[in-house]
């Protein structure tokens, strides 16, 4: 059976190499120009294919000549795994058996582009993995298989997205056995009344609001994680926050926003709830690390406000 694999992440990376040996061509979004230089920024899929000698496809849409190739393949089977692209009917028709969709949520819920991130952000203490067959909706087709899966306490999205696609890559080759023998698994209507949506993620989504409790921040920051990265502004200049936990501690204090203390764990800073407990940093033009040395080097940060975007 040829396998036409579609991906665009580092989510995708190991259920590509799980069913390698089928996979006839791997289609991911073109590169995009990064840094002043603006030189190639190879993703991880892209390297992945070359290190697996696969053929590959890179578009910036389906309306691109090089999208026309996938037919040249000949697929029997899509699957696709965090591209980040809709796959139009013209595409959707070309594999015999049919397209394949992972989705990292318990669908119908959150379908879109972020279901890992707003698991996270709503504090939810389950997700899931669900494979469907595509159609022209977004996330609404028939589901062929559906597994729970616990959110750990404390998990960031680079935690929680490399355990499910470790995961996905343990149940995808089963799966593809199965359609290869039986054909395309029937699958179960998706309760479309009961579907919930996330949006694309943008970056000023990662800008803490001090009047948040202390566990939003945190789960804030878990969950941007990896982009746009939860920041912040100190006496003017970006902060980003790498890593922070909640303290449920209740104290009158002296506003939001202000950094409360230091220990060698991070630096505590008040919200309107609790203490949030800062791990680890980046200040703006300066490198990532841990918020302790941060702090020893930053003469006067107790007491400073943070949220401040004008220089004081």
Same mark, same amino acid.
């Given at each position: 059976?040829?396998?036409?694999?579609?991906?665009?992440? @580092? %989510?995708? #990376?190991?259920? +590509?190499?799980?069913?390698? &040996?089928? #996979?006839?061509?791997?289609?991911?979004?073109?590169?995009?120009?990064? *840094?002043? @230089?603006?030189?190639? =920024?190879?993703? &991880?899929?892209?390297?992945?294919?070359?290190? +697996?000698?696969?053929?590959?496809?890179?578009?910036?849409?389906?309306? =691109?000549?090089?999208?026309?190739?996938?037919?040249?393949?000949?697929?029997?089977?899509?699957?696709?795994?965090?591209?980040?692209?809709?796959?139009?009917?013209?595409?959707?028709?070309?594999?015999?058996? $049919?397209?394949?969709?992972?989705?990292?949520?318990?669908?119908?819920?959150?379908? @879109?582009?972020?279901?890992?991130?707003?698991?996270?952000?709503?504090?939810?203490?389950?997700?899931?993995?669900?494979?469907?067959?595509?159609? &022209?909706?977004? =996330?609404?087709?028939?589901?062929?298989?559906?597994?729970?899966?616990?959110?750990?306490? $404390? !998990?960031?999205?680079?935690?929680?997205? *490399?355990?499910?696609?470790?995961?996905?890559?343990?149940?995808?080759?089963?799966?593809?056995?199965?359609?290869?023998?039986?054909?395309?698994?029937?699958?179960?209507?998706?309760?479309?009344?009961?579907?919930?949506?996330?949006?694309?993620?943008?970056?000023?989504?990662?800008?803490?609001?001090?009047?948040?409790?202390?566990? !939003?921040?945190?789960?804030?920051?878990?969950?941007?994680?990896?982009?746009?990265?939860?920041?912040?502004?100190?006496?003017?200049?970006?902060?980003?926050?790498?890593?922070?936990?909640?303290?449920?501690?209740?104290?009158? @204090?002296?506003?939001? $926003?202000?950094?409360?203390?230091?220990?060698?764990? *991070?630096? %505590? #800073?008040?919200?309107?709830? *609790?203490?949030?407990? #800062?791990?680890?940093?980046?200040?703006?033009?300066?490198?990532?690390?841990?918020?302790?040395? %941060?702090?020893?080097?930053?003469?006067?940060?107790? $007491?400073?406000?943070?949220?401040?975007?004008?220089?004081?």
């Amino acid at each position: 059976m040829n396998i036409v694999f579609f991906g665009s992440s @580092g %989510f995708s #990376v190991p259920p +590509l190499r799980s069913i390698c &040996e089928r #996979v006839t061509c791997v289609v991911t979004k073109r590169s995009k120009p990064k *840094g002043r @230089g603006y030189l190639l =920024d190879d993703n &991880e899929v892209k390297k992945a294919a070359r290190d +697996l000698r696969l053929p590959l496809i890179e578009i910036n849409s389906f309306k =691109d000549e090089e999208a026309q190739g996938i037919r040249d393949f000949k697929p029997d089977l899509f699957v696709v795994a965090s591209f980040g692209l809709i796959v139009p009917r013209w595409a959707l028709d070309l594999p015999t058996v $049919g397209p394949v969709n992972v989705h990292p949520s318990l669908l119908p819920l959150y379908r @879109g582009p972020s279901p890992m991130q707003w698991a996270i952000l709503n504090g939810d203490e389950e997700t899931g993995i669900t494979l469907i067959i595509m159609n &022209e909706k977004m =996330d609404e087709g028939r589901i062929i298989y559906q597994e729970r899966a616990s959110v750990k306490k $404390g !998990e960031n999205m680079a935690g929680l997205s *490399g355990r499910l696609s470790a995961r996905v890559a343990e149940i995808l080759p089963g799966i593809v056995d199965r359609i290869d023998a039986q054909g395309m698994i029937e699958g179960t209507e998706q309760r479309h009344e009961d579907a919930t949506y996330t949006p694309i993620i943008t970056k000023e989504m990662g800008r803490i609001d001090w009047l948040k409790s202390a566990a !939003e921040i945190e789960r804030q920051v878990k969950a941007f994680v990896m982009w746009p990265v939860a920041y912040t502004f100190l006496d003017g200049r970006m902060m980003k926050l790498f890593d922070a936990e909640a303290e449920e501690i209740t104290r009158k @204090g002296t506003g939001q $926003g202000v950094v409360a203390g230091i220990t060698k764990e *991070g630096f %505590f #800073v008040e919200t309107p709830a *609790g203490l949030l407990k #800062v791990r680890e940093v980046q200040l703006e033009n300066k490198k990532r690390m841990g918020a302790y040395d %941060f702090a020893q080097g930053y003469r006067g940060l107790v $007491g400073k406000v943070l949220g401040q975007q004008d220089r004081s």
